[in-house]
């Protein structure tokens, strides 16, 4: 079982609605998560962190976190074109807070469609 | 600008000829980090590093070599390279410890095709 999975999609969905991005990881006692994005052919970048259970909002995206069900969550509501793009779940499977315990998901891809 | 810069953007070498891709950071960053994208499999790493003169193995390290004389600079050295280290390449930095000092910025990414 891989530490952190995603559903490769692609994901489609129309223009204003909202896209639900769905990751899931297997150790326990992982304390951080964290979604970025990355365009074709650019680097990954931090859009959404969460350490807690329950919701974090930021504008249009909101994160979701269950530690019990161990899966973390991302709504992009009001979908744009410009949200098109794979985005990456990434998690602290450490029991410390240190970058070098991050592992990342594949990432699903998502396609916003006019 | 605060940013991680990689160099080269693409490469193109032949199996055995040594080469090294740059990193540097201008954030004072204690944690940087090597990766390689390839699909499917997402992001892996190879090394990080602590803190200058500390640095550890990841998750594929086979074939890699890294090292961190200066805070800012962390190179990815591969001595004999071979047709399965064709991939994408990201350096990446953060602050390391801490919840709010996992964020992770990363290089522009260096496309590594060997021949």
């Known amino acids: 079982q891989k530490e952190v999975e995603q559903n490769s999609g692609p994901l489609s969905v129309p223009e204003g609605a909202i896209a639900s991005l769905n990751c899931t990881y297997s150790?326990?006692?992982?304390?951080?998560f964290f979604w970025y994005r990355q365009y074709s052919g650019k680097s990954p970048e931090l859009i959404m962190f969460?350490?807690?259970?329950g919701d974090k909002e930021d504008g249009r995206f909101t994160a979701q976190l269950n530690t019990a069900s161990q899966y973390v969550s991302l709504l992009i509501r009001d979908s744009q074109p410009s949200d098109s793009a794979t985005y990456l779940c990434a998690v602290n499977i450490g029991r410390y807070s240190s970058a070098s315990k991050i592992i990342f998901g594949s990432g699903t891809r998502l396609s916003i469609r006019p | 600008e605060a940013q991680v810069t990689q160099n080269p953007r693409y490469l193109i070498t032949v199996t055995g000829k040594k080469l090294t891709v740059t990193c540097s950071q201008n954030m004072n960053h204690e944690y940087m980090s090597w990766y390689r994208q390839d699909p499917g499999l997402g992001l892996r790493q190879i090394y990080y590093s602590m803190n200058v003169e500390v640095t550890d193995k990841g998750d594929v390290p086979e074939g890699y070599k890294v090292s961190r004389k200066e805070k800012r600079n962390f190179p990815l050295i591969l001595e004999s390279p071979s047709p399965n280290q064709t991939s994408l390449y990201f350096c990446a930095s953060s602050l390391g410890f801490g919840s709010a000092n996992e964020k992770l910025f990363f290089g522009s990414g260096t496309q590594l095709s060997v021949l």
């Open positions: 150790d326990r006692g992982s304390q951080s």
């Open positions: 969460i350490y807690s259970n």
